[in-house]
């Protein structure tokens, strides 16, 4: 399957800052989203070491026998270390943390079965998120590390609630913890036509998804859309930095 893509980040209207990071993977093997945060200086370097050390890990690893799984967790424990070295070494910086969100495109055998396991995984830890646009359904792949997010699930507060509480912004995990404990790990079933964003809070914070899986829809060009979406939240405030990677899957080979 033919992947297109494209990505865009915006420092918003509000922030003197870009904390967020991304990283395309120019043949389309894999895309990182990061969302830095705890000071200027150290949400931008924590988002920064995170995308650099994943996509290093990834690169010197992608032809290994590892699992995806265990690549993928791999790659995050030691962008985790990474930061965890960098808040040692700067104590200025020892507060900083990031989300990191991670899709890859990967063949593996099966040992069990012989056959070819599932070629799309998706990893995340903290509230970046990954969507799945197919025909005309936008679904979230990913579920935010969040207090607020356990809250609707336990079923403590509703969705409407949730999208104004004074403490959805409060992470549960994050990249640069020494007691992190979620990275979750899932494959991920992707199908020719479909759709994949993956986008820092500035996004989902301004949008809600009805108008995201609208411009999705309607808009076909990634380069495009990634640009529609980014103007889109600042319309609507530009509160955040605002990052969006879009992944189109199409049967031309």
């Known amino acids: 399957m033919k992947r297109y ?3 865009l980040t915006d420092q918003g209207l509000l922030r003197s800052v870009n904390q967020d990071a991304y990283y395309i993977d120019p043949s389309g093997r894999f895309f990182i989203v990061a969302d830095g945060m ?3 200086a150290g949400g931008q370097e924590a988002s920064q070491i995170a995308t650099q050390v994943i996509q290093n890990y990834l690169i010197e690893h992608w032809d290994s026998p590892q699992s995806s799984n265990a ?3 791999e790659a995050f424990l030691k962008a985790n270390q990474a930061i965890l070295v960098d808040q040692r070494n700067h104590p200025e910086r020892s507060d900083m943390g990031t989300t990191a969100v991670v899709a890859i495109f990967r063949e593996e055998a099966s040992q069990t079965a012989g056959t070819q396991s599932p070629k799309s995984w998706v990893a995340h830890v903290g509230d970046s998120r990954l969507y ?3 025909g005309a359904k936008l679904e979230q792949i990913t579920e935010d590390h969040t207090w607020i997010s356990r809250a609707v699930k336990a079923g403590h507060i509703t969705l409407d609630q949730a999208r104004n509480h004074p403490w959805r912004h409060v992470l549960s995990q994050c990249l640069g913890r020494q007691d992190l404990q979620e990275i979750d790990i899932q494959p991920m079933e992707v199908h020719p036509g479909d759709r994949l964003l993956m986008c820092s809070d500035g996004l989902t914070e301004e949008l809600p998804d009805s108008a995201i899986g609208s411009y999705l829809k309607s808009i076909r060009a990634c380069d495009q859309a990634a640009k529609t979406l980014v103007n889109a939240a600042k ?3 530009g509160r955040d930095n605002i990052t969006v990677v879009i992944v189109a899957v199409e ?3």
Do not use: Q, S, V, Y
């Open 38 to 40: 705890g000071g200027h």
């Open 235 to 237: 319309d609507k405030g």
């Open 5 to 7: 893509f494209a990505g």
């Open 251 to 253: 049967t031309r080979t």
């Open 132 to 134: 799945r646009l197919r």
């Open 71 to 73: 690549l993928l967790e």
